[in-house]
């Protein structure tokens, strides 16, 4: 019925697809996992994110990767001095205040966008736009194929970093229990700073990398922080792999739905949403629950 | 509730209900009242779920959204009376909160209100994409005949007041004290018996009907219906921040949050030189609340006048 090229094209699709939204969705995880909070204001750093590019690309002529890179640092710093500022003092109270208090950042971020950028819709156009590699039948854009890399890359490097270096370790160490963390000597406080800001970089990474695939305005983010909490609530909240699992998942759907009969381009956003609240009501643990439990039980 | 405690709120509500039959004239406080009664209503509502139980749901669009098409359906295309298709339009909410709350309730604390966002955004997709039934992007024009200001100022004063009422008297009722517990410690409420999940239902739903009620009067009164307008997420937010900004789980919290957050909203979006920091303002005020006054503003005229 359908030609196998098609399905390969979708799968490919997929794959790549998959790729940027796990670094996408990884920063929400890691500052989950480290300090049990939401971070709202996800939508709000990767669009701000995405404006930087944007300047940079306009001012310097620099290519949106390098300039995700610099943007990347720049949030860094300012994901630590957020947390410091204002995050560290809801972190222990009830979680709606943390939620609320990240959404005000989103929205003060969006008003900023507005102020410096204006509401115009904005893309960055380079040389490799609109170039594609050829695969027989199969067509791959640059503009698909480099974020994946790119994402693979971070990504890479991201869990080398939390598996082999101290300060690594000292994270997953608090994400597991903080208590514990605590009383073993790791300074849980500076762990959380540095997650937080860590967690900022990749989001504004991501968000770096997404001025390659779409155009973007004061408001976007929104859609993308509802995919990235559904990649992160199918793959358990904490797990590195389930988040790329979850990711896997989210853009395999996304990428075969128009094989539905009777599906529309602007109903995609709904799979997110829908895949968000079945994952919380069913599968609480994630997919990763799913496996853990299928291995303990053999 | 000691009769003088009533006194207060019934002079209040005495002095709103002569405005319109003193100042006949003055129609644009007429409509701002009215819709700030509508938004009064809204917050009361949100409370009894988001203050009253802790369940911040980020979701009310949903139910609003559905109601007001309701109305607006029943009222264009089967030529009901706006009035009649008010409790049908509350009905309708009911259904929508059943539909969330069975499912959502399950899920704890930040899941929920994760959840919640989820849903309202899927209704709001999909009313876009239901052309047929709901217009569309380019939304459903109604009938122009409605009734004057003045109706709808003091339609809108009745339901604030009954919902007001309703939230009073959920506070000393089986089912506000059981909502009180389960937001305290719901494993302890549950250990004596509570049936939290029922419980966290049964608010959800009456407080969906006055959503739904106000939002069918809302639609009449504007004559037109438009997806991202009633389904909007600002909306639902809109619902969180009056309940923030007046006092979560208060009884007069939402009703001065409201009072406090419509006026202004209509104040920056009419004046040019202020639409652009119309977010900053929301933005500030959640980050300078949840910082330094948890309680909102009932709580800070509280730890102002102990001293």
């Given at each position: 019925m359908y030609e196998p090229s098609a399905i390969a094209g979708l799968v490919i699709t997929a794959v790549l697809t998959a790729g940027l939204y796990a670094l996408m969705s990884f920063g929400l995880a890691l500052v989950y996992g480290v300090m049990k909070i939401i971070n709202l204001a996800h939508a709000g750093t990767m669009m701000l994110s995405a404006f930087v590019v944007l300047s940079l690309n306009r001012a310097l002529h620099l290519d949106p990767i390098l300039g995700a890179v610099i943007s990347a640092a720049l949030f860094f710093g300012l994901g630590m001095l957020l947390y410091r500022v204002a995050v560290r003092r809801v972190v222990n109270a009830p979680p709606i205040a943390s939620l609320l208090l990240l959404f005000g950042v989103w929205l003060c971020a969006q008003n900023a966008a507005y102020l410096i950028w204006g509401s115009e819709d904005q893309s960055i156009v380079t040389v490799y736009t609109y170039s594609t590699i050829d695969l027989g039948d199969v067509k791959i854009a640059v503009t698909r194929l480099i974020p994946f890399g790119v994402s693979l890359l971070a990504l890479a490097g991201l869990s080398w970093f939390l598996r082999?270096?101290?300060?690594?370790?000292?994270?997953?160490?608090?994400?597991?229990?903080?208590?514990?963390?605590?009383?073993?000597?790791?300074?849980?406080?500076?762990?959380?700073?540095?997650?937080?800001g860590l967690g900022s970089a990749l989001s504004a990474f991501a968000g770096g990398l997404l001025t390659l695939l779409f155009s973007f305005n004061p408001d976007f983010g929104g859609t993308f922080q509802l995919k990235s909490f559904s990649i992160i609530v199918l793959g358990g909240l904490e797990s590195f792999t389930g988040v790329a699992l979850g990711a896997v998942v989210l853009a395999t759907a996304e990428s075969f739905s128009i094989l539905i009969p009777g599906w529309r381009g602007s109903l995609i956003n709904l799979l997110a949403f829908s895949l968000l609240v079945a994952a919380l009501v069913l599968?609480?643990?994630?997919?990763?629950?799913?496996?853990e439990r299928r291995g303990k039980s053999e | 509730?000691?009769?003088?405690?009533?006194?207060?709120?019934?002079?209040?509500?005495?002095?709103?209900?002569?405005?319109?039959?003193?100042?006949?004239?003055e129609l644009n406080y007429i409509g701002l009242g009215f819709l700030t009664f509508i938004f009064v209503t809204l917050a009361v509502s949100w409370n009894m779920v988001g203050g009253y139980a802790g369940q911040v749901s980020f979701g009310y669009a949903a139910f609003f959204g559905t109601a007001a098409y309701?109305?607006?359906?029943?009222?264009?295309?089967?030529?009901?009376?706006?009035?009649?298709?008010?409790?049908?339009?509350?009905?309708?909410?009911?259904?929508?909160?059943?539909?969330?709350?069975?499912?959502?309730?399950?899920?704890?604390?930040?899941?929920?209100?994760?959840?919640?966002?989820?849903?309202?955004?899927?209704?709001?997709?999909?009313?876009?994409?239901?052309?047929?039934?709901?217009?569309?992007?380019?939304g459903l024009n109604l009938p122009l005949s409605v009734p004057s200001k003045s109706w709808f100022y003091w339609s809108g004063l009745v339901l604030a007041v009954t919902v007001v009422s309703v939230s009073g008297w959920m506070r000393a009722s089986r089912l506000g004290l059981g909502l009180f517990a389960l937001r305290m410690d719901q494993d302890a409420a549950e250990s004596l018996g509570l049936n939290s999940t029922a419980f966290k239902n049964v608010a959800h739903c009456l407080s969906a009907f006055f959503v739904?009620?106000?939002?069918?009067?809302?639609?009449?009164?504007?004559?037109?219906?438009?997806?991202?307008?009633?389904?909007?997420?600002?909306?639902?937010?809109?619902?969180?921040?009056?309940?923030?900004?007046?006092?979560?789980?208060?009884?007069?919290?939402?009703?001065l949050g409201a009072a406090i957050?419509?006026?202004?909203?209509?104040?920056?979006?009419?004046q040019s030189n202020l639409v652009a920091f119309n977010l900053l303002v929301y933005g500030g005020l959640l980050i300078a609340i949840i910082l330094f006054e948890p309680g909102g503003l009932l709580g800070l005229v509280r730890r102002v006048t102990r001293r």
């Open positions: 082999a270096t101290d300060l690594g370790k000292a994270i997953r160490a608090v994400s597991q229990n903080a208590m514990a963390a605590r009383l073993v000597g790791i300074r849980s406080e500076r762990v959380a700073t540095i997650a937080f599968l609480p643990g994630g997919i990763a629950s799913l496996l | 509730m000691r009769p003088r405690v009533l006194l207060a709120p019934l002079a209040l509500v005495l002095l709103l209900a002569l405005f319109p039959a003193v100042f006949p004239g309701t109305t607006a359906i029943l009222w264009s295309r089967y030529q009901w009376e706006p009035v009649l298709t008010l409790p049908l339009a509350g009905l309708a909410a009911v259904v929508v909160a059943l539909l969330v709350g069975l499912p959502c309730f399950r899920l704890l604390g930040p899941y929920f209100s994760i959840a919640t966002i989820g849903v309202g955004e899927a209704f709001r997709v999909l009313a876009l994409n239901l052309d047929q039934l709901t217009g569309g992007a380019s739904g009620v106000a939002a069918g009067l809302y639609v009449v009164y504007f004559s037109y219906v438009h997806p991202n307008q009633v389904f909007g997420f600002d909306l639902s937010i809109g619902m969180v921040l009056m309940g923030v900004i007046g006092g979560v789980g208060t009884l007069w919290g939402p009703v957050y419509y006026p202004i909203r209509q104040l920056i979006l009419s």
